[in-house]
């Protein structure tokens, strides 16, 4: 495509290099931009900006915060567990269920042979000096990882690393998704949702 | 939706004003921007600020361009045809086609009370001025309007404005697209193009 100017082809060049954005939308957005006052363009420059340069990550749990004190160490949830993720959309989306109440740890990616990834490139350690903290308390820890090949092999390698330092370790259920009909659920997690089955608790409460 | 920082908070608001990004695309921008080295950022927000402040619009044709001299003035183009179109894109997609090699006129936008805009805030005077100019010669206003209301209001209008001044006014052919099914296409299209049907020059070469 032949853009008709210099400064819009490197304007839609950067803005077409952002996820879900291609070359016809960033032009969109070019022309929108054009189209309002420079204070529009301003304000988001230096929003972007100042998110990049001034983001911090709590120094125990690597979430994603305005300062290096996170909610974890605030004493308003449970310090007892720790859900582990990959990264803070998923923390977010925990939150947003409202069933959660215990504290995080983002390891900051899966292992994955394949793009270099490693155990040494997440946040691993971090999480065994938190475990091993006797201040923390720490109880259970609760693998929240993607069911995908690297979620899988980053679940297994966690487990295995974590399980001599004597704590509960759980993964969050997989299965039929609740509105799901059985029909249209693909072979794998149907299969695995009956191996996996969960007992009625007749005499409970 | 909440978000973990007020930086991310800021920027995803920022981002979402952008046309086709809602708030889950901001934030998957956001993320990805937090996940590339701050020279990525640099240069996005470096980019979209010179595309605003530096951009020029050619004082004659109102195209955008580098200068404020553009292609309107070298005379490698059929300067006796003007195009006359809403905005940029419209030239793009027409240069596009390679069956076009007059002269453009971007008028800036479509008559439409209802947003406000009426015939003085269009680059319609100026137009005027080119076709009055003896030294441009023009001979030919092709209008290549959108089809809705506000586009054959501003069609309209201009053919009446322009008139008096003694040239030949036309404007792109309508009627169902190359390729088009007669069976899908709307009733008012297919009304249109047998109404204004185009007889075969049996006797050309």
């Given at each position: ?106 390891i900051g990616g899966l292992i994955s042979p ?75 997690t149907l299969g695995r949702s009956i191996v ?10």
């Amino acid at each position: 495509m032949e853009y008709p100017t210099i400064l819009i082809e490197n304007a839609v060049n950067e803005i077409s290099k952002l996820p879900g954005i291609g070359k016809k939308s960033a032009l969109r957005v070019v022309l929108k931009l054009l189209k309002e006052k420079p204070e529009f363009t301003d304000s988001l420059a230096e929003a972007v900006q100042k998110l990049r340069n001034e983001t911090k990550y709590c120094r125990i749990c690597h979430m994603i915060n305005d300062t290096e004190d996170c909610t974890c160490i605030t004493p308003r949830r449970d310090t007892s567990v720790i859900c582990v993720v990959e990264d803070t959309p998923d923390i977010m989306a925990i939150q947003h269920t409202a069933q959660y109440n215990g504290l995080f740890h983002v390891i900051g990616g899966l292992i994955s042979p394949i793009d270099g990834i490693g155990p040494d490139d997440l946040n691993i350690q971090s999480l065994i000096d938190r475990i091993q903290n006797a201040e923390y308390n720490v109880k259970e820890i609760i693998l929240a990882l993607s069911t995908n090949m690297e979620g899988d092999t980053t679940a297994f390698y966690l487990a295995k690393k974590l399980k001599p330092l004597n704590v509960k370790i759980s993964t969050i259920a997989r299965g039929i998704p609740i509105g799901g009909e059985l029909e249209f659920a693909d072979e794998i997690t149907l299969g695995r949702s009956i191996v996996k089955r969960i007992s009625y608790d007749l005499n409970g409460d």
